[in-house]
C-alpha cells in the first residue's frame, strides 16, 4: 500500500491509486492487490510449517496420534483466523456517519485536523482525500500515515505503516482515538449533528 503525496510531496497519482479511490469509496476497504496480499499468504505457509514442527515434536515424544493431530489443526486454523482479521483491519476503513455531502466533509476534515495543530496534506488531483503522517519509528523508515476521505454522508479514515515493503503490522491506537476525537469533536462545535461510526 502506498502513502497518499501530499501537494508539494511524491508523483501525481497514478491511474491505478485514483481506481483505488473510486474503490475504497464503494467499498469501504483498499482493494486486494499482488502487494498486500503476498505477506498474507507467506505468514499462512509459516503458520503451516509450525504446525508442523509442533506435529513433529509431539511425535518424537510419543503423543497419542489423535492429540497430535488435534493440536496440529488447532494451532493453524488459529493462526489463520488472526492474519485473515488483521489484514482485513489495515485494508477497511472506519465509517463516521455525518449528514453533509463530501465538500462540507472536505472543509469539516481540513477544520478538525488543524484544530488538532497537525501537518496536513492534500492531493491537488484528489482534494477529499487527507493524509498525516508520523515521523520515523525508532531508527527505521517505518511510519504511520492516516488517510482521512471526506465523502457523502461520511468521513473515512484509515491508519497502517507504510515502509519500503508492504507489511502485515496491526494498526495502532492513534486510528481508534483519532476517529474518537472527530466525533467528539463534530458533536462540541456542530451539536445538531447526528454522527455514528461504523467500522465496514
Not at 509431539?58 to 497419542?64: E, G, S, V
Not at 503522517?133 to 500515515?145: A, D, H, I
Amino acid at each position: 500500500m502506498k502513502a497518499l503525496p501530499g501537494n508539494n510531496a511524491g508523483p501525481q497519482w497514478s491511474n491505478k491509486l485514483l481506481d483505488d479511490l473510486v474503490f475504497i469509496r464503494k467499498h469501504r476497504r483498499y482493494p486486494f492487490s499482488k502487494m498486500t496480499i503476498l505477506p498474507a499468504i507467506s505468514l499462512f505457509f509459516l503458520l503451516v510449517f509450525g504446525s508442523r514442527m509442533i506435529y513433529s515434536t509431539l511425535f518424537l515424544h510419543k503423543t497419542d496420534i489423535h492429540v497430535m493431530t488435534w493440536v496440529a489443526m488447532v494451532f493453524v486454523v488459529l493462526g489463520i483466523f488472526g492474519v485473515a482479521n488483521s489484514y482485513y483491519n489495515i485494508l477497511r476503513f472506519k465509517s463516521i456517519r455525518t449528514p453533509f455531502f463530501a465538500n462540507e466533509n472536505m472543509r469539516l476534515v481540513e477544520e478538525f485536523l488543524r484544530s488538532q495543530q497537525l501537518n496536513l496534506y492534500r492531493h491537488p488531483q484528489a482534494p477529499e482525500v487527507f493524509q498525516i503522517l508520523s515521523r520515523p519509528l525508532g531508527n527505521t523508515e517505518q511510519r504511520e500515515v492516516m488517510i482521512f476521505i471526506a465523502n457523502d454522508k461520511c468521513i473515512l479514515i484509515n491508519s497502517h505503516f507504510i515502509n519500503t515493503k508492504w507489511t502485515i503490522s496491526p494498526q495502532s491506537r492513534n486510528y481508534r482515538n483519532m476517529a474518537s476525537r472527530l466525533k467528539e469533536w463534530l458533536k462540541i462545535h456542530y451539536p445538531n449533528t447526528n454522527t455514528t461510526v461504523m467500522a465496514q
